[in-house]
């Protein structure tokens, strides 16, 4: 059973634009939201992470939105660059486990 | 520091044999962790091993099993293999003890194709 659900499952920005992709889940004893991003051939590789805390978290280009009552996050991409083309996943670690549980994740493709 | 290392790249079979991935973690790391990856279903956790106990297992059938060894490398193995276990296989190490964020730092994976 698929506890976090991400949407949409392909995006195709264009250069400089905001990509956004959402995820919902079910379980409140989640405790850790991590977004991994992979890129073909490649491991998935941690992009930025909140706790459940935290309504936002910033670096740079990447923000994570949390909206805990909703059960919902998102990620947004500004000014989206072409580098950014790749598999995004977002996550959701069970405090009673530690287990991660990732979304189905969503291909992004920034056109120049 | 060298990252994860996962043996072999990509391996060809056929339906009922069986395989072995191999997965080397970072050094210092005693949390490895398996993922299967197939297209439109994401990354389904198979199991996470520490000091080579399995502490947590996903919703696979019994073909699917792992072990750890006392240096912290892990193997999974896939029995009477099927058409649907193409994928690719990832693993993950950690250094998460009891707590901590316990970032995973994912290989490049084992892809299996099942013929």
């Known amino acids: 059973q698929q506890q976090v659900k991400q949407s949409p499952q392909s995006l195709i920005v264009q250069k400089g634009g905001i990509s956004i992709i959402n995820c919902a889940y079910e379980?409140?004893?989640?405790?850790?939201f991590p977004w991994y991003q992979q890129f073909p051939g490649k491991g998935p590789a941690l992009l930025i992470a909140i706790r459940p805390d935290v309504s936002e978290k910033k670096e740079g280009r990447f923000t994570i939105s949390f909206n805990k009552s909703a059960k919902q996050f998102s990620l947004h991409i500004m000014d989206s660059q072409p580098g950014d083309s790749a598999t995004y996943f977002c996550?959701?670690?069970?405090?009673?486990?530690?287990?991660?549980?990732f979304g189905q994740g969503t291909t992004l493709q920034v056109k120049p | 520091k060298a990252g994860v290392t996962q043996t072999p790249r990509y391996l060809i079979k056929t339906r009922g044999q069986q395989v072995t991935l191999s997965c080397s973690p970072i050094?210092?790391?005693?949390?490895v962790s398996w993922y299967q990856q197939t297209p439109g279903q994401g990354l389904q956790f198979l199991f996470e091993?520490?000091?080579?106990?399995?502490?947590n297992k996903g919703n696979f059938p019994g073909r699917f099993s792992g072990r750890q060894f006392s240096n912290s490398r892990s193997e999974m193995n896939v029995s009477t293999l099927e058409l649907g276990d193409s994928a690719l296989y990832l693993c993950a190490s950690s250094s998460r003890g009891t707590g901590g964020t316990g970032e995973l730092f994912f290989g490049e994976g084992s892809r299996l194709t099942v013929l």
């Open positions: 996550a959701a670690r069970s405090a009673n486990t530690g287990k991660l549980i």
């Open positions: 050094s210092g790391h005693r949390s």
């Open positions: 379980n409140t004893a989640f405790d850790y």
């Open positions: 091993y520490f000091s080579e106990t399995q502490r």
